[in-house]
């Protein structure tokens, strides 16, 4: 017992001992500790940051946005072009003093209307010398011209169908008569020897002198050259073969040079000038200084009565006649009312009778 005794104490002093130890060691202190692995700590590193220049701010600006003008089916945009009285198209490019064509059914008139007195009609095509307009009569655009018969006003028609077209010759070129109807391919005879040359001109290079009689092919035309209408034609003169141009004649002065092969010519007056009854008329020397003679009858060969001065004025006494090609008036002479007969009116290019008194030569 005693023993046991002892050995408890011992044991109670040496815990006693390590407890009073171990209060005056410093205590851990303890942390939780993570499960997870811990990552590295990231190096920390110097980045520039660069300098920002401020852009310059846009101004805005007013923009003009053009309205739209809403287009109508149908209607034609407006065209830039001449300036024009309202109704009218732009008119021709026509030269005051210029030579332009008819066409063949075309009014002449006394005023630029269509409701204006009828003072000519071209049956047929041909040359005029535009003397004044255009003038608008609020639907087409008038032209006054000079040209076979009596001069007046012609209207020039419209755009797709004109009636008169423009010609690009010198003032002072004479003007031609209505053309003959030869179509392209066609075979003439020449009722006289003619000269074919290079050009359709009175200057132009001979190439040759066709005989009469001798037959051409037309190959082109015509073209109105000083006067005269001229054909390009293919012809064989002492076999060798030329193509040139050769004039038909001035076909109201009853001068032809140029037939249709095998055709028998049958007297055919051009429509007569407009000239009434108690109308006062005058005899012209317009391009020829031939006699103009008085007959007691209408035709060449009837008597002569007498023969006419340029500018002798007579009266017109009744309706013509077609005699040789040629329509004839019965006239009587103003300063010899005793003296009376047939006249004629020679042709288109070459008239003979003026209803407006010739200028002293």
Avoid at 155 to 163: Q, T
Avoid at 329 to 337: K, Q, T, V
Wanted: net charge neutral; proline share 13%.
């Amino acid at each position: 017992m005693p023993k046991r005794l002892t050995l408890a104490l011992i044991l109670i002093l040496v815990f006693l001992a390590k407890a009073l130890a171990d209060s005056a060691a410093p205590r851990p202190v303890l942390a939780q500790v993570s499960t997870n692995t811990p990552s590295p700590s990231p190096t920390a590193s110097l980045t520039l940051i660069p300098t920002i220049t401020p852009l310059p701010t846009a101004t805005p600006t007013f923009t003009f946005t053009p309205s739209l003008t809403p287009l109508v089916l149908g209607n034609p945009l407006p065209t830039v072009g001449p300036t024009t009285t309202p109704g009218c198209p732009p008119p021709l490019p026509l030269s005051i003093g210029g030579v332009a064509y008819v066409r063949g059914g075309v009014n002449v008139r006394a005023a630029p209307t269509a409701s204006s007195a009828q003072v000519n009609y071209y049956t047929e095509s041909v040359t005029v010398r535009v003397l004044e307009g255009p003038v608008c009569d609020g639907i087409y655009n008038w032209w006054r011209v000079d040209g076979p018969g009596n001069g007046g006003w012609i209207a020039e028609g419209r755009p797709g169908r004109y009636w008169i077209y423009g010609y690009d010759a010198p003032a002072g070129t004479p003007v031609c008569s209505s053309p003959l109807g030869f179509t392209l391919g066609a075979r003439v005879e020449l009722l006289y020897g003619l000269r074919v040359r290079a050009a359709p001109a009175l200057a132009g290079l001979v190439l040759t002198v066709a005989p009469a009689g001798t037959v051409v092919d037309i190959l082109e035309g015509p073209v109105c050259g000083e006067g005269y209408n001229w054909w390009r034609v293919q012809v064989v003169v002492l076999n060798i073969l030329y193509t040139g141009w050769v004039a038909e004649g001035e076909r109201g002065a009853g001068d032809l040079y140029l037939e249709p092969q095998g055709f028998v010519p049958t007297p055919v007056c051009a429509p007569p000038l407009p000239l009434p009854a108690g109308m006062t008329a005058y005899v012209e020397y317009q391009r020829d200084e031939s006699p103009k003679n008085l007959r007691v009858a209408p035709g060449l060969n009837a008597e002569i009565v007498a023969t006419l001065i340029d500018g002798i004025g007579f009266e017109i006494l009744g309706e013509p006649i077609c005699a040789d090609g040629l329509n004839w008036w019965p006239i009587r002479i103003l300063s010899r009312p005793d003296v009376a007969g047939w006249f004629a009116e020679g042709g288109p290019v070459n008239y003979w009778i003026t209803p407006r008194r010739p200028l002293p030569r």
